[in-house]
């Protein structure tokens, strides 16, 4: 499709529109500006120049159309296209009112992709040229592999997120009832001869337990987005050890290192537990995946005034850096690094810190790629927590 736009860049129609529009059927041909000859389009058995293309036979899909969103004439893959997916059946006919608008609003020669109503697999994708005199080219193609493709990634991603965060969750919630179950049956078992200090610890502990598992099923509700928003003080280094559990296997088998450093006043963050390890998850996984050789991790944290872009929050914050000495982001791909399916890594789906991204703007919080030419550094800004809750 690109060969055929650059083809087209400049075209120009010279009949009427009412001409077009009243005999669509008798071949309209669409003329190419070439170095030298001018630009026509003819009916019927009008002699062409031989530098232009009959747009009933070109083999390209591609279709001609008003400003208003009919289509007028169209080559045959083009029509064979558009019929399959039950878009038109005969000429002219309007282009759905969804598309023209996703057409209209997007720049010309920008390509854009449509599902159509009702299609479960079938994607198309569009780009328009404008022509003379109120007509547009329209180049098309099918791109539902492209989609399919896109998706397994998607649902791939999502299975290792999931598993990921069940086996944390699972953790958490067997600890909590562990101990709840241990202090019931001690209780069961002392009966009256229990000693006061004694049951007051041991009611300390079924409390404690039972706030615990509160908490996970919340932040849990929260990152499901299925129960109110959860913000409570979350302990730096412990989550970073959650993160690095659910990760033991990948640093494990790659002989990988990490080191961390918490600087005082920044031991402490506030925001939804899970969706915090779920971010340094992401990060610390993206220093070492598909690492050929044992990488370095280094984590440092340090409070921080509020960073720039950030609206409202606190005033106090504390930054958390995610440094491996790998060989780093080349310079002209730096900007795409948040973008979704973009990756560097040979299999990865591109999607970890596009997502580490967004979760971190869920928490009133910054993720972005920091400078740096021994490695790679990412900088996770978060509300920060004064003193130990």
């Not at 997916?85 to 854009?112: C, F, K, M, T, Y």
């Not at 005199?133 to 099918?142: D, K, N, P, T, Y």
């Not at 509160?214 to 979350?234: E, F, K, M, R």
């Not at 790629?369 to 004064?386: A, I, K, Q, R, V």
Request: charged share 20%.
């Amino acid at each position: 499709m690109a060969d055929l736009a650059s083809a087209l860049a400049v075209v120009a129609i010279e009949r009427r529109r009412d001409e077009l529009v009243s005999r669509p059927a008798h071949g309209a041909r669409l003329a190419m500006q070439s170095a030298m000859g001018e630009v026509s389009l003819v009916d019927g058995e009008a002699v062409v120049p031989s530098h232009s293309l009959d747009i009933a036979t070109a083999e390209a899909p591609m279709a001609l159309c008003t400003d208003a969103g009919l289509l007028q004439a169209a080559t045959i893959p083009a029509l064979s296209l558009l019929r399959r997916v039950a878009i038109v059946d005969a000429l002219p006919a309007p282009v759905p009112q969804e598309l023209w608008r996703l057409l209209e609003r997007s720049p010309s020669g920008e390509a854009v992709e449509w599902r159509p109503a009702g299609a479960r697999h079938e994607v198309l994708g569009f780009t328009r040229y404008r022509a003379a005199r109120g007509l547009f080219v329209l180049l098309m193609r099918e791109v539902s592999a492209k989609q399919i493709a896109l998706s397994e990634r998607l649902h791939r991603q999502r299975l290792d997120t999931t598993e990921r965060l069940v086996a944390s969750i699972a953790h958490d919630i067997r600890s909590s009832v562990a101990s709840v179950v241990y202090s019931a049956d001690f209780l069961n078992g002392s009966g009256s001869s229990i000693a006061p200090t004694v049951l007051s610890e041991t009611v300390r502990d079924l409390s404690q337990a039972s706030a615990s598992l509160q908490l996970t099923v919340d932040a849990l509700l929260d990152y499901a987005h299925l129960g109110p928003s959860v913000s409570v003080p979350v302990l730096l280094r412990e989550a970073l050890n959650r993160a690095l559990g659910s990760l033991r296997t990948h640093y494990r088998d790659g002989a990988h290192r990490v080191r961390m450093d918490v600087a005082p006043r920044a031991e402490w963050v506030k925001g939804n537990p899970i969706v915090i390890e779920q971010i340094f998850v992401n990060l610390l996984l993206n220093s070492v995946e598909a690492a050929s050789t044992p990488r370095c991790v280094i984590v440092t944290a340090f409070p921080t005034p509020r960073p720039r872009g950030v609206r409202g929050g606190p005033a106090f914050y504390v930054c958390v850096r995610v440094w491996d000495d790998g060989p780093g982001i080349p310079a002209d791909v730096r900007s795409l690094v948040f973008d979704p399916f973009f990756s560097t890594k040979q299999g990865s789906p591109g999607l970890g810190l596009a997502i580490a991204r967004q979760a971190a703007e869920s928490l009133d919080g910054v993720l972005e790629l920091t400078e740096d030419d021994t490695g790679t550094c990412f900088s996770l800004y978060l509300p920060g927590c004064e003193g130990t809750p």
